[in-house]
């Protein structure tokens, strides 16, 4: 990428995170209920006058809307975020801890979608309307009807409490804790881009190269392999990227439900603590963690496609 896009692109990002930033700060700032009297009640306190004043004092909460908005900003640009009102600890130090469970799962489903959605839909796509093609349309029907909650519980259901293979409680983050997450997230994938796959693939098939390729004689194995994948291949990278970022910053029922540490189960505890510190953290990390993965993306597609030119 040359100068003047890196700038344009930086320039986007900025604009983008000063939204997101003044918009959840807004939001947070209009909510109801008072996070200074939460706080002192969560703690055994009596919330006194006094004290309530004293505390959303100290917490900066009796200043104007821009005044916070501001010294939370300034925070921000040094790496100080703030406290956690619900956990009692530096918000970035709780970030980072519940952020690396939630990556490492959705990486994992991630992996066992891919592994699932592409082979199955490149065999419904190559065996169009036949017996394979229906089976497994039939199971994708299915597969984007069930929620992901659903399935969640089912899988508690059988492999913690019938078979006892996990442990019901949770809150640990090994690798056994993680199967159950990231399966159940990897179902609730895999019909929607299993599709996906097949519809792109088709779409390939259809090109007049397959059909001259089809015509000189090259068997259907080298056609598919190297020709049609590879061009099929720059829609998905676009919905895997997009599927990343869906999954780290949309995972909490699933966390909630296997009582995974994670980043979900911990947004949902500080939006019922009204943790503003916390809450917004927790959007603008998820806004730069989109934005990056879409830089990503765009940049795969020049090595995918060399056809792709960057417009100078």
Not at 179 to 192: E, G, R
Not at 285 to 291: D, K, L, P, S
Request: glycine residues 8%.
């Amino acid at each position: 990428m040359s100068k003047k896009q890196i700038g344009k692109r930086f320039l986007q990002i900025l604009i983008v995170l000063i939204g997101v930033s003044f918009f959840t700060f807004g939001l947070t700032y209009l909510s109801p209920g008072d996070p200074a009297e939460i706080m002192l009640t969560e703690c055994g306190n009596l919330p006194t006058p006094e004290l309530l004043e004293q505390t959303r004092h100290d917490l900066g909460l009796d200043q104007p809307f821009l005044v916070q908005y501001g010294s939370w900003v300034k925070g921000v640009l040094t790496g100080d975020m703030g406290t956690s009102y619900a956990f009692k600890v530096p918000v970035t130090e709780k970030l980072m801890k519940c952020f690396w469970p939630t990556l490492q799962m959705s990486l994992f489903a991630l992996l066992l979608m891919i592994l699932f959605s592409i082979p199955c839909g490149i065999l419904s796509a190559v065996y169009q309307n036949k017996w394979p093609d229906y089976l497994i349309r039939g199971i994708t029907f299915f597969g984007v009807s069930i929620p992901s909650f659903w399935i969640g519980l089912i899988l508690l259901s059988i492999f913690g409490v019938q078979l006892r293979w996990i442990n019901v409680a949770g809150g640990t983050t090994d690798f056994k804790a993680m199967i159950l997450p990231s399966v159940t997230l990897a179902l609730s994938m895999s019909a929607k881009y299993t599709r996906q796959v097949r519809n792109a693939v088709l779409e390939e098939l259809r090109q007049d190269y397959v059909i001259g390729a089809r015509m000189r004689g090259i068997k259907e194995s080298v056609i598919l392999w190297r020709h049609v994948l590879p061009n099929a291949m720059l829609p998905i990278v676009t919905l895997l990227g997009l599927s990343l970022g869906s999954l780290l910053g949309g995972t909490a029922v699933v966390e909630i439900i296997y009582n995974w540490p994670g980043m979900g189960s911990m947004a949902i505890k500080a939006i019922a603590c009204r943790d503003y510190p916390m809450v917004q953290a927790y959007v603008l990390m998820i806004a730069i963690m989109y934005m990056v993965i879409n830089i990503i993306v765009d940049l795969s597609y020049t090595y995918l496609d060399p056809r792709i030119k960057e417009v100078k």
